[in-house]
């Protein structure tokens, strides 16, 4: 018998599941992560200075809205690839609700703009700083969902590290929000997708292996 299909049938066994408490672990994860993801962020590069005037602000709000459900629905799916036998794809799906969001938000906020300033809707002097810290700050929160995952029973490693990735990404764009000028929905969507994107792609490749029985 293949190693792939011994997992499989272990994982139908009603004793397959894991033995410790996958829900509280994520959820410690999830925690532990935030919190050293905006220690890290208020260390390297500060709160943003309009902080004040920026909680006055829908856009703002709208943002980290977006973020925030993001790090909810990927730790929930984060979660449910440990626990053998449990269906994922409606899970995973709903992980795409808050681009969705943004990119409603998006056609919006373009429709509505003049046509010679909805470029500027797309763009920030931040770029470079976002592409590269929110992967930065989605180190801590990996490492930590890595450790509760590695503590669960997941049967493909694969969609396991990108489950991974993907929490841990949104967790570091999260953070990242509070030090980022930039809250039109469009900037969001497509510079914060592209770092969450490198996010997920570089820990599937590096987690892969260790998500393994």
């Known amino acids: 018998m293949k190693t792939d299909d011994l997992i499989t049938l272990l994982a139908r066994q009603p004793d397959a599941l894991p033995k410790g408490r996958p829900l509280r672990d994520t959820a ?45 629905l990927a730790t929930v799916a984060a979660h449910r690839v440990g626990l053998p036998g449990r269906p994922l794809r409606s899970t995973e799906r709903l992980r795409w609700a808050a681009p969705l969001w943004l990119a409603v938000a998006t056609v919006v906020t373009v429709v509505s703009a003049p046509a010679g300033e909805r470029l500027a809707l797309f763009h920030s ?35 396991a590290a990108r489950a991974v990735g993907w929490a841990a990404g949104a967790i570091g764009a999260f953070a990242y929000a509070f030090h980022c000028q930039a809250d039109q929905p469009g900037y969001v969507l497509v510079w914060y997708g592209l770092a969450l994107v490198a996010t997920v792609t570089l820990t599937r490749a590096i987690a892969t292996r260790w998500l393994r029985w």
């Open 28 to 72: 410690l994860a999830a925690f532990a992560g935030l919190l050293a993801a905006f220690v890290l962020m208020a260390a390297v590069l500060g709160p943003r200075p309009d902080v004040v005037d920026a909680l006055a602000a829908p856009l703002f709000w709208q943002k980290a809205g977006a973020l925030a459900l993001l790090v909810a």
């Open 125 to 159: 002097p931040t770029i470079l700083v976002c592409l590269t810290m929110v992967p930065l700050l989605s180190v801590l929160p990996a490492a930590a969902m890595l450790w509760a995952l590695r503590r669960a029973a997941p049967t493909e490693p694969a969609r």
